[in-house]
């Protein structure tokens, strides 16, 4: 019944290496993103996909490679893990690029 | 540059009390605005939106926003609270085909 499930919801790893972060939406959205929410709360959108197309890169190191392969998941892949990286990293999805986003739980990403 | 700002980062009230969080935001275009909430350890929920039309607009939970534009203001109000209310209060701004920018949060904690 999830409407948007992220996996995992915990990830704990050394710097350095390489993870994944698998998101899937059942609710037949058209868009969908991803976001961080740092430490003190503050949340900022990553990336941005609708029908598979990016349409939103903000200003993140490309270690960070969104995948879409299709229009129900948005899998972000991250290359050489740091230290700074550790957060919560939350998918979303709507309808369509102007609508009211739809939230995961989060995946909370912990480097040793 | 777009932004919004969360003018308290915590509110404490007690149980039964009214609460009101306030958001402003900076645009001159027109914009769409939102309130999310965040329960520990979780996701977000949209609370309420306004896209356009009425400039009260009611939520779940019993909270309720007023849209003004000449304050650029969207703050968020429950005049009676309870202690489930207790989380994290997000307010958001999205120009149209533009990126959701959230504010820094609010910390609501409703004490018995």
């Known amino acids: 019944d999830t409407a948007v499930s992220q996996t995992p919801k915990y990830l704990v790893t050394q710097m350095g290496n390489d993870k994944s972060i698998k998101c899937e939406q059942n609710?037949?959205?058209?868009?969908m993103y991803w976001y961080k929410q740092d430490s003190k709360k503050f949340l900022k959108i990553m990336f941005s996909y609708n029908n598979k197309e990016l349409i939103i890169n903000e200003t993140v190191p490309n270690r960070f490679s969104p995948k879409s392969p299709d229009k129900a998941h948005l899998n972000l892949h991250i290359n050489s893990l740091e230290l700074g990286d550790s957060a919560v990293y939350f998918c979303a999805s709507s309808p369509g690029i102007n609508q009211p986003q739809h939230f995961g739980d989060g995946t909370r990403l912990s480097i040793l | 540059a777009q932004s919004v700002t969360q003018l308290d980062s915590q509110v404490p009230v007690f149980e039964e009390a009214p609460v009101e969080l306030r958001c402003n935001y900076s645009s001159s275009v027109s914009v769409y605005l939102f309130w999310y909430v965040q329960y520990p350890n979780q996701g977000l929920q949209l609370l309420l939106k306004?896209?356009?039309?009425?400039?009260l607009v009611k939520g779940i939970n019993g909270f309720e926003a007023e849209f003004n534009k000449s304050q650029t203001s969207f703050h968020l109000r429950k005049p009676s609270v309870h202690i489930s209310d207790t989380a994290e209060y997000f307010c958001?701004?999205?120009?149209?085909?533009?990126?959701?920018?959230f504010g820094q949060g609010t910390e609501l904690s409703v004490k018995p």
């Open positions: 609710l037949g959205h058209d868009t």
């Open positions: 958001a701004v999205k120009k149209e085909g533009g990126k959701l920018i």
């Open positions: 306004y896209l356009s039309g009425s400039t």
